[in-house]
């Protein structure tokens, strides 16, 4: 019986894992996601096909379909984006029969988790004491929800105290970001693969950039070292379902003292009396 036993465990086909791919290592909108199995699990004809995905479990629920790339690969097709901020579960939900007849257990897989809401650039609008900051993000975020998480800070330093000046915020236009150079695609279209950057005719100065605010502070910064503003934890995305959790600042640059250096008066035959002003910073610098 021994040596029955022992003839089976070598001449029966090992049957590996199945395995979860994932073509990032995190989940983002265009993320290409596998399941790769040690079996042929359809037959050639079926490979292309695409049908109503009835064995890969996903918690919490995302609408999907599978593409057989392979007799042993099945591609996740998603009718949707995944939720941004997100840790998906995903499992065989029962056994499955291979083409061979061998018996694809059940299993569960890693849980993966969706790209968190963040900043994906930052610009400065403005002069400097207004200290205006355009922050587009990787998902629609609400102005008024969003305001309580920044604030302009100065820190405490030898020569200085402390600062901290209220921000307001207010949704941002294509007319604040100046140039589509700039523009970041939304979380949608990521997915969809269609950025508005590239549409013509070119959005109009007063559109609405629904990603992105604007963020100033309520009064111009006054004389200070190390200007900044601060993005406090837990700033939610316009569902209310992501947030981002991380606290981080954004460079403004120092706000020095008005000086004349030096007053030069210009005369000129049948002209009016000039006088140059030079100053430190300058008016424009100074904002």
């Known amino acids: 019986m021994k040596l029955l036993l022992l003839f089976l465990t070598f001449t029966l086909p090992l049957l590996g894992k ?10 983002e909108p265009s993320t290409k996601i596998e399941l790769i199995f040690d079996k042929a699990m359809v037959t050639p004809d079926q490979v292309g096909t695409t049908v109503e995905n009835t064995f890969l479990s996903i918690e919490p629920t995302w609408i999907t379909k599978i593409t057989w790339r392979s007799q042993n690969i099945a591609t996740l097709d998603r009718l949707r984006p995944a939720k941004i901020g997100t840790t998906y579960q995903f499992a065989l939900s029962k056994p499955l029969t291979a083409v061979d007849g061998t018996i694809v257990p059940a299993q569960k897989f890693k849980a993966v988790t969706s790209e968190s809401l963040r900043v994906v650039r930052s610009r400065r609008v403005g002069s400097i004491r207004t200290g205006g900051q355009l922050l587009i993000f990787n998902d629609d975020v609400n102005p008024s929800s969003a305001a309580p998480f920044f604030q ?5 330093t030898e020569e200085q105290k402390s600062q901290v000046i209220a921000a307001r915020t207010r949704k941002a236009t294509w007319g604040d970001l100046g140039n589509r150079y700039y523009y970041k695609p939304s979380w949608n279209e990521r997915y969809t693969g269609k950025s508005i950057r590239y549409t013509n005719p070119a959005p109009l100065d007063s559109d609405v950039i629904k990603h992105a605010i604007v963020v100033e502070p309520v009064t111009p910064l006054p004389i200070g070292n190390q200007w900044s503003l601060r993005r406090l934890a837990d700033l939610p995305n316009a569902a209310g379902t992501a947030s981002a959790d991380d606290i981080n600042h954004y460079t403004i640059g120092n706000i020095v003292p008005f000086i004349a250096k030096g007053i030069f008066p210009l005369t000129s035959p049948d002209q009016p009396r000039t006088c140059l002003l030079y100053t430190s910073p300058s008016p424009r610098d100074r904002g």
């Open 152 to 156: 302009f800070v100065s820190p405490e």
């Open 18 to 27: 199945t395995r979860l791919s994932l073509s990032d290592q995190i989940i």
